[in-house]
Structures are given as structure tokens and as C-alpha cells.
């Protein structure tokens, strides 16, 4: 089993409440205003957690098709699986998928600070490009949210 060592940790504060970003995070209408092209959610546990960016790819290839919903506190706290992009088809393949935690943190009622922490990263070479991918995606999918407000 590979040893896990490191893990990305990003956060930014959202002008709404929690529950409304909770609904961008946990509806499908919600992800496609800062969250890929389109997607597939089903909020239960095991449910699918899929985002899809490259549209004109093969099914399987377009985002994060097999991620799923591992657990959630409405309003609190969302965790999912994630792969790596299709543009890391060796890693993509793998049997040792990531996890994402993502918390709602209310500050006031119009105010929640987003924390996203990408974990379960293997102490292997091999996913370092995959690691440093995501220390820039996630900063990317944070002002995206931020924006979409």
C-alpha cells in the first residue's frame, strides 16, 4: 500500500450563504455555473460525482467519470473520489484514486469560507505532475466559484 504524505489545501471566502454555495457544490444546475461543462450528480453516498470538461472526448475520457460521493454534512461538508485527467492516462488507470474533502464554513449569513483538501496523494514520483495539476486547478475552481457569484 502506498504511503500518503502530502495533500492540497485551498480556500476562498464566498459573498453567500453556506447553503447557497452548498447548492453549487451539490446540484447539477449549481456545478455547471463554476464546475466543468456539464455533469453528473447524485448526492448520496456512492453516488456519481462526475464533472465533465472536454466534451468532444470519448465517454470516460471528458472529466471525472467513476468519481463518487463518499460522504457529506449538508450545508458542512462534501467528500468525493477524484481521478487524475485524461491528459495523465497512466496515473488515470490507476487503482489508487484521490479523494477531495470540501468544507462550508459559516462566517455570517451572506458569507461562507470554502476549503477544499485534495488528500490521499501516494508518495510516488510518477503522480507528482498529477499533484501539481491539481495545487493549480483547485486555486482555479475556487475563483471560478468566486466569480460565478
Not at 448526492?43 to 460521493?69: K, Q
Not at 474533502?101 to 477544499?116: C, M, Q, Y
Request: proline share 7%; net charge negative; charged share 20%.
Amino acid at each position: 500500500m502506498a504511503e500518503h504524505r502530502r495533500s492540497i489545501i485551498k480556500s476562498e471566502l464566498i459573498p453567500l450563504s453556506s447553503g447557497a454555495v452548498w447548492d453549487k457544490w451539490t446540484t447539477s444546475e449549481g456545478l455547471k455555473t463554476f464546475f466543468g461543462a456539464d455533469n453528473k450528480v447524485e448526492l448520496v453516498p456512492g453516488g456519481a460525482f462526475e464533472i465533465y470538461f472536454l466534451m468532444d472526448n470519448p465517454p470516460g475520457e471528458r472529466g471525472s467519470e467513476g468519481c463518487r460521493i463518499l460522504s457529506y454534512l449538508p450545508q458542512r461538508m462534501l467528500s468525493f473520489s477524484w481521478n487524475a485527467p485524461p491528459l495523465f492516462p497512466d496515473i488515470r488507470g490507476g487503482v489508487n484514486p484521490t479523494w477531495v474533502v470540501v468544507l462550508f464554513n459559516t462566517l455570517t449569513d451572506e458569507s461562507t469560507e470554502v476549503e477544499i483538501h485534495h488528500l490521499g496523494w501516494p508518495n510516488d514520483p510518477s503522480w507528482d505532475a498529477v499533484f501539481d495539476y491539481f495545487n493549480a486547478a483547485w486555486e482555479r475552481v475556487l475563483q471560478s466559484l468566486l466569480e460565478s457569484c
